[in-house]
Nanobody, 125 residues
Framework: QVQLVESGGGLVQAGESLRLSCAAS????????LGWFRQAPGKEREFVAA???????YFADSVKGRFTISRDNAKNTVYLQMNSLKPEDTAVYHC???????????????????WGQGTQVTVSS
């Protein structure tokens, strides 16, 4: 089992940047695939990005070219660097982890067993 705690959210203006962090504890971090999902008010939770055990990265089309995901296995932390933020990026951002997930399921929130509590990102226009 792994416990996840997100940080780094806040209120920014359109065009600015934020870096989210997700610190993990409780199990061997490098065994896990890590994902970021977001949920805006009144909308379903959606995939944002994922990083595999070997460092391969995957992004939703809506954030490709603006967001990057990285992991530091020595610090048990995954990061989401968000640049050129838009008002439509406003949401609660959650990190997720799973040790058994397969590549084709990286985009599915139901495939992840462990979740953080979320951090609010608000982008004003």
């Amino acid at each position: 089992q792994v416990q996840l705690v997100e940080s780094g959210g806040g209120l920014v203006q359109a065009g600015e940047s934020l870096r989210l962090s997700c610190a993990a504890s409780g199990d061997t971090f490098r065994r896990y695939v890590l994902g970021w999902f977001r949920q805006a008010p009144g909308k379903e939770r959606e995939f944002v990005a994922a990083i595999g055990r070997g460092g391969h990265t995957y992004f939703a089309d809506s954030v490709k070219g603006r967001f990057t995901i990285s992991r530091d296995n020595a610090k048990n932390t995954v990061y989401l660097q968000m640049n050129s933020l838009k008002p439509e990026d406003t949401a609660v951002y959650h990190c997720a982890a799973d040790s058994r997930i397969i590549t084709s399921s990286y985009f599915q929130d139901s495939a992840y067993d462990f979740w953080g509590q979320g951090t609010q990102v608000t982008v004003s226009s």
